[in-house]
């Protein structure tokens, strides 16, 4: 009896060990082994999430050095470029600026309230011209962003050296050369959006604060909110999200692309897969992978507006005419009794330097006159300058009066610290008589108060933009002669007045953003040093002439023709003579 009593307590023993071991055979390693790869699934989740973000930060990369090349306001990009790339030439061989979305949208609301402020229908329809023609530059710049991000471009996108630009294939390509372990990528797929709370615009809002048209909830850290409306005299502009580096955003902000904003911000979502640890005990045909979906949401950057700004001249060539006392005379209707107004397109090559450069007479119903003069090449100066001069200064210079004596030459130009230069300058740097090609001139003969009768003439360098209808400048203004003219105390200048120096050197600091690992950089050096390839390799660049320093964007001549035609000419002559000319 004890011996069977010992035999069935060893069977009962042996048959809890039986049942501890498969416990721990089918339980408990499984567990500890699910266990040890959920940490190995972390770990790598995380080195992945980076992964992905770096594709994410490279693609918004490459939409801000994609240019587009836009019929109204020349080349346009995300980001700001100065005039340095070989994809960017006009017809006389030289690059031309490229001008970002927002210093565009920026500098159009700031001359609405311009025109606005001043009373002037001419520089307010201009206003208006301009906003309906960034309208489509949106339409083309977003279509642009949402083509190259899913591969459906029709031609390919280029940077401002003409290399190519390929988001998606730049994200692919870095995913998987930086995957970790085995994991694999599976899908990529990427897009575009706005953020609902807006976003970063990096331009700074018109100052003083009484003229900006603002509410507080359209302003974030002293500049514009991005993706909302921040209309200005019941006109809408909307500004993209842009920083001075590429950024991650927040996931929760992102809303898809529609045609209201300008959709900047990129959205990358990857499928990542790596082979199933469990694959030994699964049934016969299970997956034999495990998978992770990762997003990332970045934001593009922009470089600050380093292109040329143009001078206005204004010459007192007969003597002075008392009732122009400031431009707020030039803009007023009443200040003028016009006789006759005539306006002329230059075709064939700058006006009267290129042999077979002509005017062309143009027709306008009704002509506009000589305040509606001033007002629409005022307005083009001041689009020149783009948001370098403060719209405080704008106004004042328009209020400030000035003194003239015969033969005076007045030169505006626009400072680095947001005034507006103005200086008499002792000789003239630039072709006399001169206008670009495709740009346009006007002469108006007038009475003003007293029985005066001045001729004035305007040369706009910079009305059309661009290489189809710039002319073989692209609407950039002339250039000086000597270059470093502003430089020379011949020309009432010296190295502490010029507002660019000359030789290459550049009057303020330059900041970019580094293509090779996204970080921001700067430098005080030539310009060759400054702008670089990806690969790292100098690039030899030959800046536009007139970067070096202030080219001529307006002239304006008041009390008759200097060196235009022999000057034994009375005005009376002169007068006959522009207007019964065979063109």
């Not at 190519?164 to 692919?172: I, Q």
């Not at 002293?222 to 999200?241: D, H, I, L, Q």
């Not at 119903?365 to 300058?385: D, I, K």
Request: glycine letters at 10%; charged letters at 20%; a neutral charge.
């Amino acid at each position: 009896m004890g011996l069977v009593m010992k035999t069935q307590r060893r069977r009962e023993a042996g048959n809890v060990l039986i049942i501890i071991l498969v416990c721990a055979c089918f339980i408990i390693v499984p567990l500890v082994l699910m266990l040890t790869q959920t940490g190995v699934y972390v770990i790598d989740r995380g080195r992945v999430q980076t992964v992905v973000d770096g594709a994410g930060l490279l693609a918004a990369n490459d939409l801000s050095k994609m240019i587009i090349n836009d019929r109204n306001f020349g080349f346009v990009s995300l980001s700001n470029y100065p005039p340095i790339g070989r994809a960017t030439l006009a017809r006389d061989g030289e690059p031309l600026p490229v001008i970002g979305i927002n210093t565009l949208v920026g500098t159009i609301r700031q001359n609405t309230i311009v025109a606005h402020e001043l009373g002037n229908s001419a520089m307010l329809r201009l206003a208006d011209v301009d906003r309906k023609a960034l309208d489509e530059t949106t339409e083309d710049i977003n279509s642009l962003i949402k083509k190259s991000l899913n591969g459906t471009l029709d031609t390919r996108a280029i940077d401002i050296q003409g290399k190519e630009v390929d988001p998606l294939k730049s994200a692919t390509e870095f995913i998987n050369a930086h995957l970790p372990g085995v994991a694999r990528l599976e899908s990529i797929e990427l897009s575009n959006g706005w953020l609902k709370n807006g976003g970063m615009s990096t331009i700074k809002t018109p100052e003083p604060q009484q003229f900006a048209q603002l509410k507080p909830n359209e302003v974030r850290a002293g500049e514009y909110k991005a993706f909302m409306n921040v209309p200005a005299f019941g006109r809408p502009f909307t500004f993209a999200g842009l920083g001075p580096s590429s950024r991650i955003v927040s996931n929760s902000e992102f809303e898809p692309a529609d045609n209201k904003h300008i959709n900047t911000i990129v959205k990358i979502d990857c499928v990542i897969s790596q082979k199933n640890p469990w694959l030994p005990f699964l049934p016969a045909g299970s997956d034999p992978k495990t998978r992770m979906r990762v997003v990332a949401y970045c934001q593009p950057y922009t470089m600050p507006d380093l292109g040329p700004k143009g001078l206005m001249t204004l010459r007192f060539s007969g003597q002075p005419v008392a009732g122009l006392l400031s431009w707020n005379d030039f803009l007023k209707d009443a200040n003028f009794a016009d006789k006759q107004v005539a306006t002329y397109d230059v075709i064939g090559g700058d006006y009267p330097i290129d042999k077979g450069a002509a005017l062309n007479q143009t027709e306008r119903f009704p002509e506009p006159g000589t305040a509606e003069q001033f007002g629409e090449h005022l307005y083009y100066w001041l689009r020149n300058g783009h948001l370098q001069p403060r719209l405080g200064e704008v106004l004042a210079m328009v209020n400030a009066p000035f003194k003239v004596g015969m033969k005076d030459i007045y030169a505006y130009e626009f400072a680095k610290d947001g005034t507006i230069s103005r200086r008499l300058i002792d000789r003239d740097p630039f072709p006399v008589g001169a206008t670009a090609d495709s740009q346009y001139s006007a002469m108006a003969d007038t009475r003003i108060q007293g029985g005066l009768a001045p001729i004035i003439l305007f040369r706009d360098n910079v009305k059309n933009l661009g290489t189809e209808n710039g002319g073989k400048h692209g609407g950039q203004p002339l250039a000086g002669n000597p270059l470093n003219w502003c430089e020379l105390r011949d020309f009432g200048g010296d190295e502490q007045t010029a507002l660019y120096l000359g030789k290459g050197r550049l009057g303020t600091q330059l900041t970019l953003t580094d293509p090779a690992n996204t970080s921001p950089a700067e430098d005080t050096n030539m310009l060759t040093d400054l702008f670089r390839k990806i690969d790292g390799k100098p690039l030899s660049l030959q800046p536009r002439r007139n970067f070096y320093s202030g080219g001529l964007a307006l002239d304006i001549e008041i009390g008759g023709i200097r060196q235009f035609q022999p000057p034994t000419l009375d005005i009376p002559s002169k007068r006959m003579f522009l207007t019964n000319r065979k063109i």
